[in-house]
T-cell receptor
Framework: DAKTTQPPSMDCAEGRAANLPCNHS???????VYWYRQIHSQGPQYIIH???NNETNEMASLIITEDRKSSTLILPHATLRDTAVYYC????????????FGDGTTLTVKP | DAGITQSPRHKVTETGTPVTLRCHQT?????MYWYRQDPGHGLRLIHY???????DKGEVSDGYSVSRSKTEDFLLTLESATSSQTSVYFC????????????????FGSGTRLTVV
């Protein structure tokens, strides 16, 4: 599975959009991009995923570049409860998908 | 998550003793994983399983063994615990992408905090 690169930390003002980048320049055609977040010491929780097209759900939007070498997770109206570590991973379909989680991005939402 | 439970939640053990952590799922997912997380770092894969009695090593498997005798249970054993194995251990489950149940990719347990003194 391809590895990802994320900035170690970011700040965002409450109510503003948080844009979290992820680089996955070695991604293969059959690898999906997944985003998770981890609050305090809880287990990571799923946010969103995509293959080629941009995706949106009730939590966030995922923008994947046309060459698929990078993506951006967008939290449209960040709240204090969005303060967490955000992980971007890539995962191959139809197998164990034993993905590597990097150190993620620590997002701090400030009042 | 209700479909995956880890036990114990907390454990303190002495150096040199064997320790077994249990992961139990009710989702009937094929794949199960053990990760460890050290302070300020991401998750590192220890071992994973792709079916009953089918397991393989991850990136940090030294000092750990696993067993999966039933679909629902995945055990992680530290044969002789060391202080460097003090960590938070997370179990995860998943299915192949493409199946409806795999939408979220991985589902993680709440973690086991292990301290080796």
């Amino acid at each position: 599975d391809a590895k990802t690169t994320q900035p170690p930390s970011m700040d965002c003002a409450e109510g503003r959009a948080a844009n979290l980048p992820c680089n996955h320049s070695t991604i293969s055609g059959n690898e999906y991009v997944y985003w998770y977040r981890q609050i305090h010491s809880q287990g990571p929780q799923y946010i969103i995923h995509g293959l080629k097209n941009n995706e949106t759900n009730e939590m966030a939007s995922l923008i994947i570049t046309e060459d698929r070498k990078s993506s951006t997770l967008i939290l449209p109206h960040a709240t204090l409860r969005d303060t967490a570590v955000y992980y971007c991973i890539v995962r191959v379909a139809h197998n164990a998908g034993k993905s590597t989680f990097g150190d993620g991005t620590t997002l701090t939402v400030k009042p | 998550d209700a479909g995956i439970t880890q036990s114990p939640r907390h454990k303190v053990t002495e150096t040199g003793t064997p320790v077994t952590l249990r992961c139990h799922q009710t989702e009937n997912h094929r794949y199960m994983y053990w990760y460890r997380q050290d302070p300020g770092h991401g998750l590192r894969l220890i071992h994973y399983s792709y079916g009953v009695k089918d397991t393989d090593k991850g990136e940090v498997s030294d000092g750990y063994s696993v067993s999966r005798s039933k679909t629902e249970d995945f055990l992680l054993t530290l044969e002789s615990a060391t202080s460097s194995q003090t960590s938070v251990y997370f179990c995860a489950i998943s299915e192949s992408i493409g199946l409806q149940s795999s939408r979220v990719g991985y589902t993680f347990g709440s973690g086991t905090r292990l301290t080796v003194v």
